[in-house]
């Protein structure tokens, strides 16, 4: 999961510049994540879900895709898909598990 923040930080910093999007980095990746989880806790047991963030001033356009299985210790939260700006992030097995 630390990965994937990584992924998102360095995307809000393209867009924002080192100083800026380090600041709101900080706020809106755990946010944003954090929202997802609730999503995907919520959802049915392997249903593909996805969900839209958007900063307000409307610069970083972040797409979040996942699903909800059942493991042997009960349901595993997945995030299968990242799209930031219309730039889909490639996702290893270390980025995905919430």
Known sequence: MEELRRLLLHEVISVY???QGQSIGAIIIPAFLG???????????MDE????YMTED????????GRKSLGARGAKLEITGA?????????TE???YV
Request: negative net charge; aromatic residues 2%; proline residues 3%.
């Open 17 to 19: 510049g080192p100083l």
């Open 83 to 91: 799209v930031v700006n219309d730039k889909r992030l490639h996702l």
């Open 58 to 65: 409307r610069k970083v356009h972040l797409v979040l895709e």
């Open 35 to 45: 929202d997802f989880k609730k999503v995907l806790d919520s959802s049915g047991t």
């Open 49 to 52: 879900v996805s969900e839209e």
């Open 94 to 96: 270390e980025h995905c």
